[in-house]
């Protein structure tokens, strides 16, 4: 099993550019997560889902928004890109709720110029 | 907002030498988990404890969840350079069972 694959692994954008970031799992896990990780400030919940065709915001939504469409994938998607949201970004999934553990990607390293 | 505040924030120690990190909180967590995470990676979750007093082994590491189930520690004994990572504590919420909220981690230096 592929686990969670997040692409890509590495983008720089510039002032006010678009991009979406792709997340997906194979494991068949109904809730879906997606966080940003910055230096020294632990990670920070940006959307949520708990299956396909919910989300719902985390602590920090503003600039971003999220669709999940099926159960595998959970695109994040970044509108007029500020330097602010350079981060370094994670998609996680479980299966569900309670003290199941989560399964993260291994990151998107984001750059805003 | 639930928070979790980890200690120390940095360490470095010797190969060999004994450490505890904690986890604490003014909130109750119906359960709290431990990843570690190395550099240019996700973190990976080491263990879930559930229960108040509960205490976990893993080789060298032994967790354990506070009676009141408001904190916890990771204590490494013989830490080893592989030890290495930044290790993170996260908890769920007696009412967000469907979220973590997580500690802002421990930076872990074990050198040879």
């Known amino acids: 099993n592929a686990g969670v694959t997040q692409t890509p692994k590495f983008r720089i954008l510039k002032i006010g550019q678009s991009m979406t970031l792709q997340c997906a799992q194979d494991m068949n896990h109904n809730y879906m997560y997606w966080y940003r990780q910055d230096p020294g400030m632990g990670l920070k919940l940006i959307y949520y889902s708990v299956g396909a065709g919910i989300t719902d915001k985390g602590e920090v939504p503003n600039g971003y928004n999220v669709s999940r469409s099926t159960t595998e994938d959970f695109p994040l998607r970044l509108e007029l890109a500020a330097p602010s949201q350079t981060s370094v970004y994670f998609c996680?999934?479980?299966?569900?709720?309670?003290?199941?553990?989560?399964?993260f990607g291994s990151g998107t390293r984001l750059t805003v110029v | 907002t639930q928070l979790l505040e980890q200690s120390p924030q940095f360490l470095s120690i010797q190969e060999g030498e004994n450490l505890t990190v904690y986890c604490n909180s003014s909130?109750?967590?119906?359960?709290l988990q431990w990843y570690r995470q190395e550099p240019g990676e996700g973190p990976v979750l080491l263990v879930t404890?559930?229960?108040?007093?509960e205490v976990k082994k893993l080789k060298r590491l032994t967790f354990q969840f506070g009676d009141a189930r408001k904190d916890s520690s990771l204590h490494i004994t013989a830490a080893q350079p592989g030890d290495t990572g930044l290790y993170l504590c996260a908890g769920v919420g007696e009412t967000s069972g469907s979220r973590l909220t997580f500690g802002e981690g421990t930076q872990l230096t074990v050198n040879p």
């Open positions: 909130s109750v967590f119906s359960s």
């Open positions: 404890v559930v229960t108040g007093g």
């Open positions: 996680a999934s479980r299966h569900g709720g309670g003290s199941y553990g989560y399964t």
